[in-house]
């Protein structure tokens, strides 16, 4: 039962730091023109990512850091500036992903649309630091079994989102584009203010650490 009630606790952590229902709207932004085969890809491929990157730093997370001399903050910062950037690009309406392909062109065009994948949705979007910061937390507070059970939430929450994320189309196809265009830019903005507060929390966390 405890087992049952710390997984649920683990699960709504990840649940309030990822918010897949609010990531939906932004899926959408970047995948906007991709047809169901290549949007089915990348929020395949996003997940896929994203999990891994969970999994490692849950298992390795702080040797990973202090391996390589890197901090939270540092993290927050850099995640932030690029989540800043691709919520930017959104909100003056410009299209992440490549334009319409001729046929000679359609094998690197798809890679191109496939990248947003790999960045902003697996990082900083899915995985950003504080995915990875609550990963790190639930993992170290024993031993393998809350590991296990960090690893195996977060795997369910993928699969959530991964219904959501597909699951969406039916909502472009009942709004309409246009609106999507309207949402595209509204998250743009959001994307934006959520890469300063990144950006603000990770200068905080720096000048904590220099004092």
């Known amino acids: 039962m405890q087992m049952w009630m710390d997984a649920a606790t683990v699960f709504m952590g990840f649940f309030a730091i990822m918010n897949p229902i609010a990531n939906v709207p932004i899926f959408l932004g970047l995948t906007d023109g991709d047809d169901a085969a290549t949007t089915r890809a990348v929020a395949l491929r ?3 990512i994203a999990f891994v990157i969970v999994a ?3 298992l390795a997370g702080k040797l990973i850091f202090e391996l390589f001399g890197l901090s939270l903050p540092a993290l927050r910062i850099t995640g932030g500036l690029l989540v800043f ?3 930017f690009q959104m909100l003056g309406g410009q299209s992440s992903q490549a334009h319409h392909p001729t046929p000679a062109e359609t094998a690197g065009a798809r890679e191109a649309q496939l990248s947003v994948a790999v ?3 697996a990082m900083p979007i899915l995985a950003g630091p504080g995915t990875i910061a609550t990963a790190m937390s639930f993992a170290a507070r024993g031993g393998i079994g809350d590991t296990l059970i960090t690893i195996g939430a977060f795997a369910v929450l993928c699969v959530l989102t ?3 994320f597909i699951s969406g189309a039916r909502m472009v196809a009942f709004i309409g584009r246009s609106a999507l265009g309207v949402i595209t830019r509204m998250m743009g903005l959001i994307l934006a203010v959520i890469g300063t507060q990144m ?3 990770g200068i905080k966390g720096a000048l ?3 004092r």
Do not use: K, N
Request: proline share 5%; glycine share 4%.
């Open 46 to 48: 996003a997940l896929l």
């Open 56 to 58: 490692v730093f849950a």
């Open 85 to 87: 950037r691709i919520g």
């Open 119 to 121: 960045s902003p949705l």
């Open 162 to 164: 991964f219904v959501l």
């Open 199 to 201: 950006v603000i929390e």
């Open 208 to 210: 904590t650490l220099v």
